[in-house]
């Protein structure tokens, strides 16, 4: 089955039919690329790289914009940041979020 999946045709049991790929395996289906970024305004040439046309890119910010001096001071990312990002690389779409232990309210999801 592994040479068939690489695109090899192989020999039935008989020893004699020849088996393609296309005979006995389904199209390929296109993968989802999924980006996950931390907290962090220091994004690398790697991460931009792997972040190019992904279908989604989840990405934890902050504060809003208006704090945006502070955090960037302290190494964080910023909402507008995270969308500027995803505009340069191309992305499908954005989902922006935080965790943080300084939120102490607890929200019921049903």
Same mark, same amino acid.
């Given at each position: 089955? #592994? ?6 045709? !192989? ?5 004699? =039919?020849? !088996?393609?790929?296309?005979? *006995? ?9 999924? *980006? ?6 220091? *994004? ?6 792997? =972040? $190019?046309?992904?279908?989604? !890119?989840?990405?934890?910010? +902050?504060? +809003? ?38 939120? #102490?309210? $607890? *929200?019921? !999801?049903?």
């Amino acid at each position: 089955m #592994t040479a068939l999946k690489l695109g090899e045709n !192989v020999f039935s049991d008989d020893g004699e =039919t020849v !088996v393609t790929p296309e005979q *006995v395996l389904k199209p390929g289906k296109r993968g989802r690329k999924i *980006v996950y970024i931390g907290d962090n305004r220091f *994004v690398s040439k790697e991460m931009k790289k792997l =972040t $190019e046309k992904a279908d989604l !890119v989840i990405h934890e910010a +902050t504060n +809003t914009d208006d704090m945006a001096r502070t955090s960037y001071r302290r190494g964080h990312s910023t909402p507008l940041g995270a969308v500027k990002l995803a505009t340069e690389c191309n992305t499908k779409m954005l989902l922006l979020t935080h965790f943080s232990n300084r939120q #102490t309210s $607890e *929200v019921e !999801v049903s």
